[in-house]
DNA sequence: CCGGTGTTGTTGAATAATCAACTAATATCA
DNA sequence: TGATATTAGTTGATTATTCAACAACACCGG
């Protein structure tokens, strides 16, 4: 590596308001999950991915992928799922070794239940923070973002997020 | 609560987005800093912020605000950090309760010889991956978003964030 | 069909974060 | 002053996450 590039002040000024940024509307979200709903951000979307599916159920790479858990992040969480109710393992019908998450449907019922509480606070903490020009231009970003991040995944070799 | 208003379709895509962005520039910069220098990005944000104050040394109460970890977990992670030898607590000499975490030569050196590399990365994962005018209408954005969390943050009762 | 290789998912140990309870010191105010 | 409330920070228990090792199965070439 050659010198490195230090960061600008308005870069570094950038930089540190984005993750206060970050960390401010997750903190948020997650607060009121859990408060009103006794659900983490993390398990949420765990639900919502599996009530999207067809047949509400997902093999657990993909859900893994889908929530960006670990696998082994996953196995923990779906057994924690699975003790409240919300969620049974079954086997995959089409390969032995794997197994299929779906949701219960008092698993579906508890994330109907406090799925509008979370919307309105996504509200709260992002949407209504923004003007519907900046919300455009932070779709973009956002892209943007993740596709460099992609670009740089093709060349990962990580055990689990690849 | 008067009835939720539901996210529209684009609301819902950008809010996702927005979500991967940033746990994929978060992933990519703990995974490097680990990586490189064994140091989680929220023990580099504490001594970031030890390394800019006066003296090299904060209060744990200001320490915690500024790295927004709440008291406890500042608490255990300066308890390692003081085992790696790069922070030591003195007592507060103007308050018989307070701790005072002061950033050692050894943490100093540390965090020199990480901040290369992590920037080299946020330049990958973030700054290079924009245009100079996203990056401005990313820090307007994120302003804003810190600037809405700040306002509902007012009436906030919590232990440890206000 | 058999052996090597990669994939799927789980497990238990180690590490980290959260939560509630607590000590000790300070601030407030009658 | 003295009673009470606040604030600073720590601690230990609970819970969550990561990490490395593993078992079971699928796939592929000979």
Redesign the pocket.
């Given at each position: 590596m050659t010198t490195a590039r230090w960061l600008t002040a308005e870069e570094q000024r950038i930089w540190r308001l984005f993750i206060q940024a970050c960390e401010s509307v997750f903190a948020a979200t997650d607060t009121q999950l859990?408060r009103d709903s006794g659900i983490?951000h993390?398990y949420y979307e765990i639900l919502v991915h599996l009530s999207e599916a067809p047949g509400r159920a997902l093999?657990?790479?993909?859900l893994?992928h889908a929530s960006t858990?670990?696998?082994?992040?996953?196995?923990?969480?779906?057994?924690?799922l699975e003790e409240r109710g919300w969620v049974v393992?079954r086997d995959?019908p089409t390969?032995?070794?794997?197994?299929?998450a779906q949701l219960t449907a008092e698993g579906f019922a508890a994330l109907a239940a406090a799925a509008p509480g979370h919307v309105e606070q996504v509200r709260k903490s992002l949407i209504d923070a923004l003007t519907p020009e900046q919300m455009r231009q932070l779709g973009e970003i956002a892209a943007a973002i993740n596709a460099a991040a992609a670009d740089s995944g093709s060349k990962c070799h990580d055990?689990d997020l690849c």
């Open positions: 859990i983490p993390g093999r657990m790479t993909q893994a858990y670990s696998k082994s992040r996953l196995s923990h969480a779906v057994a924690r393992r995959c390969d032995r070794r794997g197994q299929v055990a």
